[in-house]
Structure formats: structure tokens, C-alpha cells
């Protein structure tokens, strides 16, 4: 089911952000990195093979879902308290 994986992953320190596709995931995976996380990308298909899938009826095929986390070598930015 899609909350037990989500909640597996989120025991690992992941973070879910949202789903996309194309251009976008490229280009949120790009940005993601930037700021210093690291980036894992689950199709939307394997999330939902064995549950419910409402909230990806709209989604194509080749969407995913993008977690993230934060990597250990991460600089602290004094401009942002955590």
C-alpha cells in the first residue's frame, strides 16, 4: 500500500514532495540537488500496484514520485535556521 511505502521511506529519512513527469521531474530533480539533497524518484506505478491510485488518475504513465532528504555533507546556511 502506498503509505506503508511512503512511511518505510520516511523511516529512512525521506521526505516526499510530489509527482511529475517529463521536463518537470528533470527539472525538479536538477533543482533538488542544487540545494544540496539527495534525490529519489519512484514511478507512480509501483506506488499504487497494490492499492488505491485516486490520486494519480490524472497522472501519465511515466510520472513519479520524488522524495528527498538531506545529504550529510550539507553546508549549514546562516541565512535559513532549521
Do not use: H
Request: one cysteine or more.
Amino acid at each position: 500500500m502506498i503509505l506503508d511505502i511512503i512511511e518505510s521511506l520516511r523511516s529512512e529519512g525521506w521526505e516526499p514532495r510530489f509527482s511529475a513527469s517529463g521536463s518537470r521531474l528533470n527539472e525538479a530533480i536538477e533543482n533538488y540537488k542544487n540545494l544540496g539533497f539527495e534525490v529519489r524518484i519512484i514511478p507512480v506505478k509501483e506506488l499504487i500496484a497494490d492499492g488505491c491510485k485516486i490520486c494519480f488518475d490524472d497522472e501519465s504513465d511515466q510520472s513519479a514520485m520524488i522524495f528527498t532528504r538531506k545529504t550529510c555533507n550539507v553546508e549549514k546556511d546562516d541565512l535559513f535556521d532549521e
